[in-house]
Each structure stands twice: as C-alpha cells, then as structure tokens.
C-alpha cells in the first residue's frame, strides 16, 4: 500500500494528474471556497465548491490541531494544522495523511485517486464510502506551512448518485492551500 502511494506521487511529481478570530471566509456566489487564518497562516482556495462560513472546530478544545469547521449546500469541511516534524515538505505531510486516510479507511488502489495540484504544493485524496444507500464523498487536501504544521483540509458531501460519487474522483484541479498570503 506505501509503496504505490510512493509511486503515485513520483508519477505526479513529473506532471502526471492532474468569520471568527484568525480566520476569515471570503468570495462571491459562484467564486467558490475561499477562507484565510493565521498561525500559520494560509488561504485555503476550492473554486469547485461553494463558499461555506467556518467556525471554530467544535472539538477544538481537546486537540489543538483542530481548527474550523463549516457545512453548506450538503458540503461539510474541517481545517486542521497537525505539528509536523520540523523539515516536512508539502510532499511528506501528503505522503503521510493520505497513507494514513487510505489505511484508516481500508481503501484499495482502485477506490482513491491522489493528484499533485497545479501549484505543486497543493496535493489531494478522493474517494467514496458507500453509507446505505448514499455514498460519503471525501477529498483530503494537503501541504504543509510555517515549517511546522501540516495543512489538511476535508471535505466531504452525500450523494444518492453513482456518476455523481464516480465524477468526484475525478479531483479539484484548482484547489490550492498558499502559505504567507
């Protein structure tokens, strides 16, 4: 399982694949996600999803990597900024998330895809579960910041339809997370 996620990741290092206090949500109707924060700071940008107001995560308290969260129009997403060892790149905290996503969730190569976004920082997970008769649409996307922090931001939304769960692997090309914006 490690070792074709590593190749994943070669593949697509070489092109293959495609408010509350510190943060704020930003965008027009039709502009997509946008939401800054600071410490550390960074803008997360997903043109290919609504914008949803974020608020604190309410498990926060308990985990100081937990930091927002917000739903809307059936999308649900969490932010979250777990330490990193210090040097991790934007590819070592990816290689680490998405290995432990797709072992926590028991997923086969064929029921996930992992892209390195245009900006070659951003890089992503996509996959489905299916929850009786619906599917859990789920996208992890991840970098790192600060030198300290790994950056991942989940979303996820039900759908009733198969093309719908099966376009959803298809990525969020112009989903970026940028560090000092």
């Known amino acids: 399982m490690k070792k074709s996620l590593l190749i994943c990741f070669i593949l697509l290092s070489l092109g293959c694949a495609s408010t509350q206090t510190g943060g704020s949500s930003s965008g027009s109707i039709g502009s997509g996600f946008s939401f ?10 997903i043109p290919e999803i609504p914008q949803i107001k974020m608020g604190p995560h309410p498990m926060a308290a308990r985990g100081a990597h937990l930091r927002y969260m917000g739903s ?11 330490t990193a060892d210090p040097g991790m790149t934007a590819m ?11 072992q926590r969730f028991g997923l086969k190569q064929d029921q996930y895809a992992v892209f390195q976004g245009l900006d070659k920082k951003t890089f992503a997970v996509f996959y489905s579960i299916k929850v009786l008769e619906f599917s859990q649409m789920n996208a992890h996307l991840v970098s790192s910041a600060a030198g300290k922090y790994c950056i991942e ?10 093309a719908e769960a099966k ?3 298809k990525g969020m090309p112009n989903a970026r997370i940028i560090e000092n914006p």
């Open 36 to 45: 800054s924060f600071d410490n550390p700071k960074v803008k997360v940008i």
């Open 167 to 169: 376009d959803w692997n």
């Open 92 to 102: 070592d905290c990816a290689q680490s998330i998405i290995s432990g996503v797709v």
């Open 72 to 82: 809307a129009d059936l999308y649900n997403l969490s932010i979250l900024t777990p």
């Open 153 to 162: 931001v989940h979303v996820s939304k039900m759908t009733s339809s198969e």
